[in-house]
């Protein structure tokens, strides 16, 4: 089922994309091999003109329009006009490699206009099991931040439970990460990956070893498509023998390429590492809130049952805690204190 449901997406995110936006490692290197079999020596050069190749693929995007709705959203969120923020949201494509985002963000805008609902029915969907291992730490606080302002308490510790369970191994993994560069996701992605710009479909499950939506930064792309293609280029040089000073450039171009990649996969884990550091101190302070409430409420209970606390009793009247099993002579002489939500705490999250 939730691979069923991921291959969905990835049709979705294929559509409407154009060949002519994205550059095919195997067609290139086909047409690079018959660039040295025609001895073109300017159409040669031109292929490996690496800087022009970044220009033309490498910036674009095989969402565009979903993306320019993403920057919309955010800019009439950031002012405070969130159900105008929420309709941009909504417009973004299912099959889009934001999608996600969009539903995180349009969960903090409810959020924000204080319908704890409606905010929950976004992070419910976040944290489903077909996405729950393509999402950040954030949807987990969000969803931790709502219940404990709507008083859900038992529904806090469950979602920070279910944090643990699910994000702890990925989060240890990430951090690794930040500090190898590499690992077999990586390995993965590098040994797979064939057209620029990247999507969501060369990337599948490795996505749940590696950084949130590390197949769209530019830096990254760049270098992976250089690494890619001068492998490619050597492989064609090597098997027909050509020069040795053309080979050793390529190599020089594939080395360095290499190394500043796995050097723009430490920096993106190390940012993921350091906000997920900061959830993790969040969801924290969630659960101590809610336990330091669950107690308070407790403590009021008791507090309430004391004389002082009810009507003024004299010496013939007795108070006692409501156990269900009223006496006759009880009937009518209820006090009674409904539980409501604490409203107006202020502590620093």
Same mark, same amino acid.
């Given at each position: 089922?939730?691979? @069923? *449901? ?8 294929? *559509? ?13 290197? !086909? ?13 040669? &050069? ?11 693929? *490498? ?29 941009? +949201? ?40 077909? /996405?729950?291992?393509?999402?950040? @730490?954030?949807?987990? /606080? ?9 008083? =859900? ?54 996505? =749940? ?24 280029? &050597? ?7 050509? @020069? =040795? ?16 990649? *796995? ?11 350091? !906000? =997920? /550091? ?55 002489? +209820? ?15």
């Amino acid at each position: 089922m939730i691979k @069923s *449901i991921l291959a969905s997406l990835v049709v979705l995110a294929a *559509i409407g994309v154009r060949a002519e936006d994205r550059l095919s490692a195997q067609q290139w290197s !086909d047409d690079f091999a018959a660039a040295l079999k025609s001895k073109n020596t300017n159409t040669t &050069l031109q292929m490996v003109d690496f800087d022009k190749l970044d220009q033309k693929y *490498i910036k674009a995007c095989s969402d565009c329009a979903d993306k320019t709705l993403m920057e919309k959203a955010r800019k009439v969120y950031a002012r405070g006009q969130y159900d105008e923020a929420r309709a941009l +949201y909504d417009q973004v494509s299912k099959g889009s490699s934001y999608w996600l985002e969009a539903v995180e963000e349009k969960a903090w805008t409810f959020y924000r206009q204080n319908q704890m609902d409606a905010s929950l029915g976004q992070t419910k969907t976040l944290l489903a099991p077909q /996405f729950a291992g393509f999402v950040g @730490s954030e949807a987990y /606080f969000l969803q931790s931040l709502a219940n404990l302002k709507a008083c =859900n308490y038992k529904e806090v510790f469950e979602t920070n439970r279910l944090f643990k369970e699910k994000q702890k191994p990925r989060l240890a993994e990430i951090q690794t990460l930040s500090k190898t560069g590499m690992n077999d996701a990586m390995t993965k992605v590098m040994a797979t990956t064939e057209t620029f710009p990247m999507s969501f479909s060369e990337v599948g499950d490795a996505a =749940n070893h590696l950084p949130q939506l590390f197949y769209k930064d530019i830096e990254f792309q760049r270098q992976l498509m250089r690494y890619k293609l001068t492998e490619k280029a &050597l492989a064609i040089l090597k098997a027909e023998g050509k @020069s =040795n000073s053309l080979q050793a450039s390529f190599e020089r171009t594939r080395d360095t390429s290499k190394a500043k990649m *796995i050097a723009r996969m430490k920096e993106l884990a190390a940012q993921e590492t350091t !906000d =997920n /550091f900061k959830i993790v101190q969040k969801l924290n302070l969630v659960e101590v809130e809610a336990i330091q409430r669950l107690h308070a409420d407790v403590e009021m209970d008791k507090n309430l049952f004391k004389k002082s606390d009810f009507n003024e009793t004299n010496s013939d009247q007795l108070v006692f805690v409501d156990d269900g099993r009223p006496w006759i002579d009880e009937l009518d002489k +209820y006090q009674v204190r409904t539980k409501a939500c604490p409203q107006n705490i202020r502590r620093k999250m």
